[in-house]
């Protein structure tokens, strides 16, 4: 198994979206370079069969020097699919990365950053729900 963590620092691209930076078995994902993934691309690929998430690198114009990487869901693990390789990241360490996400979504609310009250809620009420799917599958009942 691979490991997952995720920097409680959230942080904008160019055109304001919303990013937050991830290290695979400890070190930055995909590269030094990565600005960090798109957090709807994220929550988005948890319990699908397969889906693309977005990684902003470089010059932090997605278009120019982003990265994509597919995902799967199984019971056992999320499958990344990079360079040729899967990374096999337990939903333990999915749980605990979107729980902090969560954590530093909230805490914007309180400092703005730019989005509005109600973007945030909205937000937050989907991160939340991916959450539970994540319980889900680490419980086992999610056999999908
Ligand atoms: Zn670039």
């Given at each position: 198994?691979?490991s997952?963590?995720?920097?409680?620092?959230l942080?904008?691209?160019?055109?304001g979206?919303?990013?937050?930076?991830?290290?695979?078995?400890?070190?930055?994902?995909?590269?030094?370079?990565?600005?960090?993934v798109?957090?709807?691309?994220?929550?988005?690929?948890?319990?699908?069969?397969?889906?693309?998430?977005?990684?902003?690198?470089?010059?932090?114009?997605?278009?120019?020097?982003?990265?994509?990487?597919?995902?799967?869901?199984?019971?056992n693990?999320?499958?990344?699919?990079?360079?040729?390789?899967t990374?096999?990241?337990p939903?333990?360490?999915?749980?605990?990365?979107?729980?902090?996400?969560?954590?530093?979504?909230?805490?914007?609310?309180?400092?703005?950053?730019?989005?509005?009250?109600?973007?945030?809620?909205?937000?937050?009420?989907?991160?939340?729900?991916?959450?539970?799917?994540v319980?889900?599958f680490?419980?086992?009942?999610?056999?999908?």
């Amino acid at each position: 198994m691979d490991s997952l963590r995720v920097n409680a620092d959230l942080q904008k691209d160019l055109f304001g979206v919303l990013l937050i930076e991830v290290q695979v078995n400890g070190k930055d994902f995909p590269d030094q370079d990565s600005w960090g993934v798109d957090l709807e691309t994220f929550f988005d690929a948890i319990n699908s069969q397969k889906k693309t998430m977005r990684f902003v690198r470089g010059c932090g114009d997605f278009d120019c020097c982003g990265v994509e990487v597919s995902a799967r869901s199984s019971t056992n693990c999320w499958e990344w699919e990079f360079e040729r390789r899967t990374l096999q990241i337990p939903w333990s360490d999915v749980e605990r990365a979107v729980a902090e996400v969560i954590t530093s979504v909230e805490q914007l609310s309180d400092d703005g950053f730019g989005f509005g009250p109600q973007y945030l809620e909205e937000r937050l009420k989907y991160f939340r729900h991916k959450l539970g799917e994540v319980q889900a599958f680490f419980s086992g009942e999610n056999k999908s």
